[in-house]
């Protein structure tokens, strides 16, 4: 009889909580409508120069107030949109919106992405899987050149620019730039 109560009662629980209430994101809130627009065919750190930086998405496209960790735990995949193929350094970043600064706290994988590949009415939302720790607070950050992984709209800080990019355990330096287009990057961790 107790054996039956129990499972009863982990049946109830497991029927009351929601399917993916262990999983969260952060950043861009992305799905298939989400256009790469004015991406072209990319756009580099700072208009008229090559190299890398380091961009730190200060705010998440389509998810008002998401565009930062808001508790521990482990980014296991990133999602993106694209216009064309890339690649860049996933990171984790601190900063500071006011002054327009940060540092680089966590280095994550390299990812190779392929941009849009149907061409249809819909866009290709890539997923990639990964294992980085995030600390509450964190914002996501990439390491690269050129990308398209952008929604460019009317302005504003959106992203801040470091060239030359940020290096692991820095200490927090000022943006070199800002950029007006969104990171269309997103983080979904545990």
Request: proline letters at 5%; aromatic letters at 6%; a positive charge.
């Amino acid at each position: 009889m107790t054996r039956k109560l129990l499972a009863a009662a982990v049946a109830t629980v497991a029927l009351a909580v929601p399917a993916n209430a262990s999983a969260d994101f952060f950043g861009a809130k992305l799905n298939k409508n989400i256009q790469p627009s004015n991406a072209g065919n990319g756009h580099h750190c700072v208009m008229g120069e090559t190299g890398q930086c380091t961009r730190v998405s200060m705010d998440a496209y389509n998810n008002a107030g998401g565009e930062k960790a808001h508790k521990d735990g482990v980014i296991k995949q990133v999602k993106l949109i694209a216009q064309v193929g890339g690649k860049f350094r996933l990171q984790l970043a601190k900063a500071r919106p006011g002054p327009e600064t940060a540092k680089v706290v966590r280095n994550g994988p390299m990812i190779e992405f392929e941009g849009q590949q149907g061409g249809g009415i819909y866009y290709d939302v890539e997923k990639f899987n990964v294992n980085l720790p995030v600390k509450k607070g964190q914002y996501l950050a990439v390491k690269g050149g050129k990308t398209s992984m952008l929604r460019c709209s009317s302005g504003g800080p959106n992203q801040l620019i470091f060239k030359p990019p940020l290096a692991l355990g820095g200490s927090f330096l000022p943006a070199t730039d800002t950029d007006g287009c969104w990171l269309l990057l997103q983080a979904v961790y545990k």
